[in-house]
């Protein structure tokens, strides 16, 4: 019955997902839209400070800054409902695909629909950093801090290692004064172990059952090889679905072509090239996080089984396993957090991450923009000019009108279809 207040919360939990196009930098543009300016379950600080929390961490960071939204406004139960909205839509589409990849591809599917997608997501990415900036940036060392991330988040945006990287020392950076933002430092309370325990106890039994089950040939190993391929990555990959991505490809794609694995004719998880591309290509237009792409993946290398059951639990472990280890990580790291950051170290550190945090958006903003944007416009191709506007123009729409995020969504979606 508690969790009955809560219902129109999670309502737009639902209409999130099913309109957050973009990847997590666009993500965070419509969270800052909905979330903080309509409903006002967050404010803009308490959502910076979340989202640069969540780049410190290994996983997928739009998906753990969207649990600690619910695990403000509700705790654990909250949380975890508001993980499984979110990542239930996408997760569906992916895994469906993994039974019409076949069909779809014999059909050549439009996608011009969702040919504005990126340069909106762009749009969200230039609202969220205006109105962090004006919260984040106070004086010369966050003004610095700001050049120095933009200019690094640009150079090596593919980077795994990149946001945590700037982040840190941005932190570190603000550390070298005591007279900026002096705090008491405050005993921290005591901390709560239990989700890390269960975190690093499922790494360690996914490895061992993943191996065994490899060695002894059990009839269903290839689930017990999926659940723990996808639980490595998510566990170890820093930098969201750019990073993901080439690791997915190597694990299924390259490895089974590798000479060891044909010599001695193991039978490992695999897919071709040209399905892995699909959903690689799929995942990006659709709303929801890219991790995603796990229940895909999931139903793809089950799929030789000739089994519609077997396929069905490849996609949902496969999707279980990609978002297990953020959900564990960021609700047992997230209190520690809170307590470390009463320390007069760590709360000054505050200044330089929400700095770092901005300037990440706007180097992502130049990288993402050059990537769709400036070769086109120097050829003087229309495209070029027109997602050039298209960032613009929603970037006005979110920052000067109360147009709720979706509709943004939903025309842009309409002009891709009509042109």
């Keep these: 019955m508690v969790l009955l207040r809560h219902i129109p919360f999670l309502r737009s939990v639902l209409t999130h997902s099913l309109t957050a196009f973009g990847g997590p930098q666009g993500h965070y543009g419509m969270m800052l839209k909905t979330f903080v300016h309509q409903r006002r379950d967050v404010t803009e600080e308490e959502l910076l400070e979340f989202n640069a929390f969540c780049n410190l961490l290994p996983g997928a960071s739009s998906t753990q800054t969207l649990a600690l939204i619910g695990f403000k406004r509700g705790g654990l139960p909250l949380a975890f409902i508001t993980l499984l909205i979110w990542i239930s839509p996408a997760c569906v589409i992916m895994g469906s695909l993994s039974f019409l990849i076949d069909y ?212 949902t472990l496969g999707g279980i396993a990609i978002f297990l280890p953020s959900a564990l990580l960021v609700l047992f790291f997230f209190p520690v957090w809170n307590n470390l950051k009463k320390y007069a170290a760590i709360y000054r550190s505050l200044e330089g991450i929400n700095a770092a945090v901005v300037g990440i958006m706007i180097g992502s903003i130049f990288y993402l923009l050059k990537d769709f944007c400036y070769e086109q416009i120097l050829q003087n191709k229309l495209d070029g000019w027109l997602s050039l506007a298209i960032s613009i123009a929603t970037f006005i729409i979110l920052h000067k009108t109360k147009i709720p995020a979706p509709f943004v969504v939903l025309a842009c979606l309409l002009v891709g279809w009509l042109m």
């Excluded at 941005?170 to 005993?187: E, H, L, M, Y």
């Excluded at 059952?209 to 002894?216: H, I, R, V």
């Excluded at 694995?261 to 591309?277: A, S």
Aim: charged letters at 15%; a positive charge.
């Design 104 to 315: 779809l591809k014999d059909r050549n599917l439009p996608l011009s629909i969702f040919r504005f997608v990126q340069p909106m997501a762009v749009g969200f990415i230039m609202f969220s950093a205006w109105r962090l900036f004006h919260i984040s940036i106070k004086n010369t060392i966050t003004q610095i801090i700001l050049f120095v991330a933009a200019a690094a988040t640009f150079l090596f945006f593919k980077s795994p290692w990149i946001f945590p990287a700037v982040i840190v020392c941005a932190g570190i950076a603000t550390n070298f004064s005591d007279k900026r933002i002096p705090q008491v430092g405050v005993p921290p309370k005591k901390i709560k172990w239990g989700n890390f325990l269960i975190f690093i106890a499922l790494f360690l039994m996914a490895g061992y059952a993943s191996e065994t089950a490899s060695e002894q040939n059990w009839k269903n190993k290839k689930l017990f090889n999926l659940f723990e391929n996808n639980y490595r990555f998510s566990s170890l990959v820093f930098g969201g679905g750019d990073v993901l991505m080439p690791l997915m490809y190597e694990q299924y794609v390259v490895r089974p072509q590798a000479e060891s694995v044909i010599e001695t004719k193991r039978d490992v998880l695999k897919m071709e090239k040209e399905d892995f591309l699909t959903g690689y290509g799929i995942v990006r237009a659709i709303p929801g996080p890219v991790f995603s792409i796990g229940a895909y993946t999931g139903g793809m290398v089950t799929r030789s089984e000739n089994s519609g059951f077997y396929q069905l639990l490849g996609c």
